[in-house]
């Protein structure tokens, strides 16, 4: 059982290329995550989704677009990266949320550099 | 707006004490979930816990144990009889809806 799988898992950009991070999930989970890492601050909410085809804004959502097409994927992308966003990003999901919240599932993680 | 703090950045104790880990919350909500998360060195979140707002009896797992209080918004986390493998970042976090959000995180060391 796979859980949550991040691709890709590092990468270096130069500053103001695009990218994708890609997470899939096999748990049938209704919410998806994106989180960020930055040492000091903890985890800190990109976006998120409560299903298929929706997505909201999180604690820090300037820089970055996701989508939700299908159920088991979440993507995240960075249209013009920015040092600022070099960060650790980890994806997640949970098999409830709002009044009967679980825990969340993580990815391994990816570690994205811009220079 | 929900707030999660941890005000312990850095913990440092010897193999076989006790050390407790402190965290405060806050939120508006009147149901919410409070959760623990362990990150070892390896980088993988791990999670610990999961307490809603309407159970605040303490809970005990070996030789962790959580202490939740409503009256002070705190959910403190206790290991017993620490041991090297206990080294990590842990992390408080706080759900009132669809979004979970975390606290900075506490780093213990545990030294042999």
């Known amino acids: 059982n796979a859980g949550v799988t991040q691709t890709p898992k590092f990468r270096v950009l130069k500053t103001g290329q695009s990218m994708t991070l890609l997470c899939a999930q096999d748990?049938?989970?209704?919410?998806m995550y994106w989180y960020r890492q930055d040492p000091g601050m903890g985890l800190r909410l990109i976006h998120y989704s409560v299903g298929e085809g929706t997505t909201a804004k999180g604690e820090v959502p300037d820089g970055y677009n996701v989508s939700r097409l299908k159920k088991q994927n979440f993507l995240l992308g960075l249209e013009s990266a920015a040092p600022s966003q070099t960060s650790v990003y980890f994806c997640?999901?949970?098999?409830?949320?709002?009044?009967?919240?679980?825990?969340?599932?993580f990815g391994e993680g990816s570690r994205l550099t811009v220079l | 707006a929900q707030k999660v703090t941890q005000a312990q950045t850095e913990i440092s104790v010897v193999e076989k004490e006790d050390v407790t880990l402190d965290c405060v919350y806050e939120t508006r909500d009147t149901t919410y979930y409070l959760f623990w998360y362990k990150q070892p060195p390896s980088g993988e979140l791990v999670f610990l816990i999961r307490r809603n707002s309407f159970d605040e009896q303490n809970e005990i797992s070996g030789r962790y144990s959580w202490n939740f209080q409503k009256s002070t918004s705190s959910f403190n986390f206790t290991i017993t009889a620490s041991q090297v493998v206990d080294s990590a970042v842990y992390f408080c976090a706080l759900s009132g809806g669809f979004k979970t959000i975390f606290g900075a995180g506490t780093r213990l060391f545990v030294k042999a």
């Open positions: 997640a999901s949970s098999y409830s949320a709002g009044v009967n919240t679980g825990e969340l599932f």
């Open positions: 748990m049938n989970h209704e919410y």
